[in-house]
């Protein structure tokens, strides 16, 4: 597969995928080790979920599409949550993933 405009939001559309269903399926099995309500984790596979229907739509669109659209994955992919404690800054979230 050459590297191309189809080819990025194909791939970009894989792993967002695979972002939405470890987030919204895989982790709530987990509750017991991540202590994350099942709620919270279905509300964050929304995220990934719009990213692998952007990048599919992109992806058969590729013909009329401007590296503008590239833009949204570049930002998507590089999306984290922080919040401040007392100690500092604390990454909670990085691509939709909850950090430890």
């Known amino acids: 597969m050459s ?3 189809r080819s990025i939001f194909f791939l970009d559309g894989i792993g967002a995928l695979g972002s939405a269903t470890f987030t919204g399926f895989v982790l709530p099995l987990l509750y017991q080790w991540t202590r ?15 990213y692998t ?5 992109c992806h058969w669109l590729a013909r009329t599409i401007k590296p503008l659209m590239l833009k949204a994955i570049i930002i998507a992919n590089r999306s984290s949550l922080w919040s401040k404690t007392a100690t ?10 909850p950090a430890q």
Not at 88 to 97: E, N, P, S, V, Y
Request: with cysteine.
């Open 3 to 5: 590297l191309n405009e």
């Open 36 to 50: 994350l309500p099942p709620w919270l984790l279905y509300c964050l596979a929304m995220f990934p979920l719009i």
């Open 53 to 57: 229907v952007y990048s599919f739509s």
């Open 88 to 97: 500092g800054w604390k990454l909670r979230f990085h691509q939709g993933t």
